[in-house]
């Protein structure tokens, strides 16, 4: 790689970081990032350190694998469909049937940040919308991301967050909400009642790309006068499955 003036030796090695991954090749060990970009092993390293702590990467301990934020980095070019646009008519699909409000969300960090949403018509809305971020241990949605990440990455989280009660419903004993987690996983959904906002029940659905990844999580919110845990388990989750489904297709 030639030498670049004005400092943007660092952005191409970056760039070329990028481009290394592919539909073929979708994660990357340091090695392999430095052969694929023509760049010694130590910036390759630095370079997936940096895009991962940026949240465009994730790092397992051995392989670095793109993140659903990279897509914003596509979506500025003309024709390029984003993560939203594909996922607006399976979550208007789910709307129709069930009459609620569907959102979808991705990992943003340590947050869960809503980037879709169908919104039903009701007087009294929850106050999520497109841009919302809320923390992963609170939500439905949360822990459905949460429940992707290995048990050890899950303690360390649980042990560095501040747990903070937003209603009287709320799980702030962290082994509670590790087994909420736990559950959310072996259950492949999860459900808060009136732990964010009183009055107000959710249920998410991950949404799982080829490799069978989490790369989202798709949730219905409704008024707990109107549905139950139950009804939402029983009418809602396979609804929400076959939408997750559809877009882990799509993409």
Not at 4 to 31: N, Q, Y
Not at 40 to 60: H, K, N, P, Q, V
Not at 215 to 243: D, H, N, T
């Amino acid at each position: 790689m030639g030498r670049l003036p004005e400092g943007m030796g660092g952005l191409a090695k970056g760039l070329a970081i990028i481009e290394a991954f592919s539909s073929r090749r979708t994660r990357l060990t340091v090695t392999e990032a430095a052969q694929s970009s023509g760049t010694s092993r130590a910036s390759a390293r630095r370079c997936l350190l940096t895009l991962t702590e940026l949240g465009y990467l994730e790092f397992d301990g051995k392989y670095f694998r793109p993140q659903p934020r990279l897509l914003a980095l596509g979506a500025g070019y003309s024709g390029t469909r984003a993560l939203p646009q594909i996922a607006q008519p399976f979550l208007k699909a789910a709307l129709d049937q069930i009459h609620e409000s569907i959102s979808l969300a991705v990992l943003d960090g340590e947050s869960a940040l809503f980037v879709a949403r169908s919104e039903a018509e009701r007087l009294v809305t929850t106050g999520i919308s497109v841009g919302t971020r809320i923390d992963l241990y609170c939500s439905a949605t949360g822990r459905v991301l949460l429940a992707a990440w290995p048990d050890d990455r899950i303690a360390d989280y649980l042990e560095r967050t501040e747990i903070t009660a937003r209603t009287k419903h709320s799980l702030v004993r962290k082994s509670a909400l590790r087994d909420a987690v736990r559950q959310a996983r072996s259950a492949g959904y999860a459900f808060t009642d009136q732990e964010l906002e009183i009055g107000l029940r959710s249920i998410a659905v991950p949404v799982f790309d080829a490799r069978g990844s989490t790369v989202a999580a798709m949730s219905a919110s409704a008024s707990s006068a109107r549905v139950s845990i139950a009804q939402m388990v029983k009418s809602f989750e396979p609804v929400l499955r076959m939408g997750a489904y559809g877009l882990g297709r799509a993409l």
